[in-house]
């Protein structure tokens, strides 16, 4: 509960990377609704214009970035939200393909907090689709399809063995999600407070990974040609496995 991106705040149309910068740039926390229109792609001719325009945006609170139609694109950008000592929050991010990121598609942590990412579809990436580690908290992922074609896997939860600070934090909710013939990190989770439900997963070799003391509720979810379901690492973490 409580999070509600832009609401309130004025409604801005990007169409390419200058205006969507523009609109979500750290450190610019002003409520902002920003609709994304086609596909916003990242060149080096960005960089060689100014270099402040990089293809890792650090995104600010309270935005509700939200695609237009079936078309939206976010394409060889990695969005990453919070910063070491300044974390953001209050930020939705809806009805995104994401392709092609020079790292993770999504990082979420240095606890950045209320972050709701909803019917996004997730594709290539060097890393990950969706990471979320540093004491980050309050964490949705809904509705969304994960392919990660040339990524590494879905989505961590803890981002190391040796950060047992993230204890009692990273609170994420994976819901409605399909997993399709990804890689790995179906989550990968540690240390966190985790539930997993009404999710798909289909051609996967495994599922929810848990290690490290990670507390972590799997209900209700279908796994259709998945070699191991569930799986408990070294050192152990705590899965409930429910009908």
Known sequence: GGTTGGAGGEVVVVRNYKEFFNAVYYPDDTPRIVLVDGTITYTISYYLED??????????SNKTILGLGNGATIDGISLRIGREGDPESNIIIRNITFDNAPDDNISIWWGSHHIWIDHCTFRSAVDSNVDVTRQANYVTLSWNRFENVGAKGVSIVGGSDTLPEDADYLRVTYHHNWFNGTAGRNPRMRYGIVHLFNNYY???QLGPNGTC???ALVEHNYFERVLTPTQIATPPGFIVLSK
């Open 51 to 60: 270099p402040k325009y990089v293809n890792t945006l650090n995104i600010a």
């Open 213 to 215: 003391a990670v507390r």
């Open 202 to 204: 289909t051609d996967v």
